[in-house]
């Protein structure tokens, strides 16, 4: 044998990525919460879509982000040493943001035509970004959520009742700039509750916001008539054009504010009136510092200090954490779908590697990954668990557009869809918990399976892989790690489920949302019953709901984590339940089988026995790589 050098000798094969929309677990996803109609007119330019975001100028632009990280200029001072804060992005960053907006991520939960179903459709293509997006849709999900927020006080018949003039124009300038496509027009919008006191525990506060009236000269009469100071601890989105924030009021309590990110010291510019105002200076807002983090380098995260920022309010003093929620609720929703979609990828890269990757069987053997039963067990319950937690981030999506549509009864939906969808009237208190159980159990459980992914890879999985970005796993695990911790913890997503169903006024309603769901779905017969002995998800929920009656909310406090997972699995299976029923696919059955096995000790676990060695590494690879695997080992 000849030695090997730096040029010669043997060379890995590079994998390739392949378009994530044709993945089996993407495609069902897409026709299960979209119906026919929909998929008909908007199927062609997902798919694109899905092939746009694995070009190599996205991925040069991603590798630009990533070496060119945020700075203050001059460290935040000019050459004579006056504050100036100016913040400095690279230019990888900006394209992928200007991207993003142009490609509608934001815009398409509020101007497509589908009604309740424009959220499915939005975050199903917002899940192909994401694993390519370097953070910029930390700054979108912001963006949504207070959009979603000026639209509700917009268009509410109450709440407009109470705008004034001026704070209507105000809100409807931003608003339109949230949701539009253009990227010389559109916001972006920060989100800052974070304080030294706590993270999401906002309670200690110590933002305070004055009122202060707009100059008799019309001077600055856009920013607002309140002043507040205080310090912001963690500030993502740093470069938005606005932000929503909590601050407190003399009244006591904590109440939401809509602040512009800039200010002009010369004249007043209203915000309708001058298509992108930037203004002279920061609108009372001082950079202290940018934070360094193990992921999300790219994305400019700091410390405030806020003085004299001119704001507007938004919604009734003192009731600030009721208006944060609804924002709260946007932001979660969007951790999921990227957690799932820095999962999909991962998997994707793993699966491309064990096509041709080889490994030694004893003897002079040798087999690719792609044909040893261990390695493809291994990748089988990664996609298994995938696919459970796609299901559940997007009945949650799905939920929440018919939540914001309850009115609207939208295109025909398939008697599958039909099960899956809650009555008007359920919607919101399903919302309410789905929300905190969908970011709690997907956001924490796929960080585990982005590393074994990049386990999978060995050493070179490990590797910062910029000369090839699109093999890059590591850096999708860095960045995937912050999902189970901002918009909330695991542990404060989970005491806030419990404090939802123990609420005196709406957790009665919580419950029995989650208990019609269960039953419906679970009595979907599709074209086949896939029966397993011994499960009845309605008895499983039934006695999780007896044990959250039956104990305090103190004494639940402690379980609250494992309640949440309870619950995550029961939701999980009978939407692996559906998913299978609908159409009969055995690949669907097995997974779902697999699932109840593994989490609730019933059934056979799987269609095929344990002992049949061949015919289990068909089943594996079939999850793996879609039903074709059954017959042969191409991919779909």
Known sequence: MEASGADKGFFQQSPTLDNQFYDETYQRCFRLFLPDDVVSATEAEVAALGQEVISDRVFSWITDAERNTPYLKGSGRDAFGKWTGELVTGEGWRQLQSFGIAKGFVATGYDSPYGP?????????LLLFEPSCANVTCPSAMQDGA?????????????????????????????NRLISRDPAFAWTSGQWMTER?????????????????????????????????????????????????????????????LAPMRRSDSKAVTLAGNPKPQGDSLNGVRIQRLKNKVGTRSLPTAELVLEDMRAWMIGEEGRG???????????????AVAAVGYVSRS??????????????????????LAESPLHMRTLSRIAADHR????????????????????????????????????????????????????AYVCKNSVSLVFSCMESLG??????????????????????????IWEGTTDVLSTDFIRAVKHPKGGKGSLDALENFVAKAA??????????????????????????????????????RDLVWRVSHILIAVLLQVDANRDGDDVAGDIFARFVREKFSVGDGGLVPARNTRGMLQRDSAIVYGASALTASARL
């Open 321 to 335: 954490i009721q208006e944060i929620s609804t924002v709260l609720n946007i932001t979660r929703i969007h951790s």
């Open 147 to 175: 959009a979603r927020l000026l639209q509700i006080h917009l268009t509410s018949p109450h709440r407009a009742s109470r705008l004034s003039k001026e704070q209507r124009q105000v809100f409807e300038d931003a608003y």
């Open 459 to 484: 050493g070179v999985g490990y590797l910062d892989n910029t000369e090839q970005e699109h093999l890059n796993l590591s850096r999708l695990w860095r960045d995937c790690a912050v999902l189970p």
């Open 388 to 439: 459970g937690h796609m299901l559940l981030t997007f009945l949650t999506s799905h939920v929440l557009g018919v939540s914001e549509h309850a009115t609207e009864t939208g295109p025909a939906r398939t008697s599958t869809l039909a099960a899956l969808t809650p009555s008007p009237s359920d919607s919101p208190a399903l919302l309410r918990v789905l929300t905190q159980i969908t970011k």
């Open 117 to 125: 179903f424009s959220r499915s459709l939005q975050f199903l293509r």
């Open 347 to 368: 998997l994707a890269i793993a699966k491309g590697f064990a096509q041709v990757r080889e490994i030694g069987t004893g003897k002079g053997g040798r087999v690719k």
């Open 523 to 560: 009595a979907f017969a599709g074209r086949a019953q896939t029966k397993i002995t011994g499960w009845d998800p309605l008895q499983r929920w039934k006695l999780t709901r007896d044990r959250v009656e039956q104990a305090s909310q103190a004494e639940l406090m402690s379980d609250a």
């Open 197 to 257: 006191t706590g993270g999401s525990d906002v309670s200690l506060t110590e933002t305070t916001a004055v009122p202060a009236p707009i100059s008799s000269d019309g001077s600055g009469s856009h920013l607002g008539p309140w002043s507040l100071n205080g310090f912001k601890w963690f500030s993502s989105a740093t470069d938005s054009n606005m932000t929503v924030l909590l601050a407190r009021t003399a009244k006591g309590g904590l109440s939401t504010f």
